[in-house]
């Protein structure tokens, strides 16, 4: 089954009395945040691609106008272990 597959069928369940058990639950929340993950890299990979060159330059003079992916990810992790 398909990770979106997966939560579409969590989502449209009706029956009450499905009962879930623990293995079922931790799967769900490793597809929903491997989902997140992905969605936060995609967002890395275009702002890197897309919005960086044409924006950071002219804020900031010192800035590179075309970082690397790596170089938004690592400012993007050390983003998240400050905030």
Request: aromatic residues 18%; glycine residues 6%.
């Amino acid at each position: 089954m398909g990770l979106v597959e997966g939560f579409a069928e969590a989502a449209l369940s009706n029956e009450s009395s499905d009962v879930v058990t623990q293995e079922e639950y931790y799967m769900f929340q490793f597809k929903f945040y491997a989902l997140v993950i992905l969605i936060k890299l995609a967002m890395v990979f275009i702002v890197s691609n897309f919005l960086w060159p044409k924006v950071v330059p002219k804020v900031f003079s010192g800035a590179k106008s075309n970082p690397g992916f790596l170089n938004l990810v690592g400012l993007v992790v050390i983003y998240y272990l400050l905030f």
